[in-house]
């Protein structure tokens, strides 16, 4: 079965949101004051006079404010004046920043960097060089790794101004450098606890008792987010005995609090099921096992070790089959209860756009079917990464005349023909897609249907029943085909019943 594990980034997240937080106080910046201001002659006004001024700041504030409102003519045009005014000021160093930044050859980027620096030696690029530290470590080129964790270091400050603590860095690399080189991950995590443990019997610090507690919940996270990593670097080091004595010890004393946050305790079970697996202790799994079964949080493969478990615990395979259809059953229960949480119940606004091929569709003409709205763009990265998923959907239902998928391309951005691009991006990589195209509003630069339906992220999806009612509104993309299909389709069929 494929290990149970968090996502590597979340910690790497985590810990960078403390050196982010310093910048994120409670004083509205200009920005800010611009874009909430009601009063559009004041905004144009203020804009012209900053597009007129004759310093990089306030002209950076004009364009920081198209580009907030998608506006990519004057995004464009003030970033040629501003660069062709001020060639060494501070957008054509980000223009350079984020030209290395597309680089896609390691060695190629490296070298580019430190040009960058020896001509910038102040460039804000403290984050990019954490970035090409992660690069390193999953190559498992310590040397270049440790050169910009330490520039890093050198660079950025947490909330408070002080120095970030080495230690918190380089486990925050460790996740990437535990795929190349375990073994070296293995001491990084380690200090890392050290350190937050410290941190963790510290009274928090803040200047509200929210604060304190936010903190306080992001430092306990990020402490057993490693401790689950730190676990399976042993795991893949073959301390398998240690790496179970270590996160059983700790599940146990997490088992006895009663307001236990229910994500860090399902990371120590994850963790703990691995090593128990790893440690061919099946027994002791199998009723971790059937958890992750019934609610479908393992990888492929569990039921061989489901299987393992039942003989571990019963001595024979006699019963196996009625035991395996009762957690198929059981399963197929929780899904239902899971799915009944997330139903709504709201009038779905009436829409209709023209297709890529200029065909009107109404939302209206499609009463009496289960309409499926996929709201995706060609610069939407998991948007395209979903529609695998979203093809075997189709295909699923192709002959079933009481559904209908519709892809709405929304939000787009640039200066091509966004609905050559959606056509083309269909055609080219074989998806049997019915794609209408949500344009922006030139006077608003906002998609009607995309707003109409609150959409605040890409992909969503959102399920119509036949009497017109919003049963579900769904975002983000599962990595899981599979997972991702059978869950789209027990959404369809219960709108169907609505």
Known sequence: M??????????VLLLIAEAQERNETDRRSRLTVLLETKDEKAVLSSLKKLEKSKTEEDKMLAYAYYSKIGNEEKVNLLNEQIV?????????LQSKIEMIRQITDLADKDAKFQSLLRDNPDAPVGFDAYSMAMAYAAEGNLPKMNAYADF??????????????????MAGLAPSLMHSKPEAAVPLFADGLDYYRISLSKPEEGATEDIRQQRRARGEQTYYVMLANYVEALLSTGRKEEALQIVAAVRHEMLTQENKENSIFLSLESAYLNALLANERYGDAL??????YIKATSGRGIEEHLRKGYIAKNG?????DTYLGSLTDAKQTYESKELMKRAISQKAPD????????????????????????????WCGPCKASFPAMQKAVNKYKDDVDVRFLFLHTWEKGSGDPTVGAKKYVIDNNYSFEVLMDLRDPATTESAVAKAYGVKGI????????????RFNTSGFSADEEKAVSELAAMIEYAKKS
């Open 2 to 11: 494929k290990r149970i594990t968090l996502t590597i980034g979340l910690l």
């Open 84 to 92: 062709k005014v001020f060639p060494n000021g501070q957008l054509a």
């Open 152 to 169: 890093y270091g050198s660079k950025v400050t947490d909330q408070y101004g002080n120095k970030i603590d080495k230690r918190s860095i």
């Open 287 to 292: 009723p971790l096992l059937e958890e992750a």
């Open 316 to 320: 024979s395979t006699e019963g196996i």
């Open 351 to 378: 829409f209709q756009l023209r297709d890529v091929d200029g065909n009107i569709v109404k939302l209206a003409d499609l009463k009496g079917k289960v309409v499926v709205l996929d709201f995706w763009a060609t």
């Open 459 to 470: 992909p969503t999806k959102i399920i119509i029943d036949p009497h017109g009612q919003i």
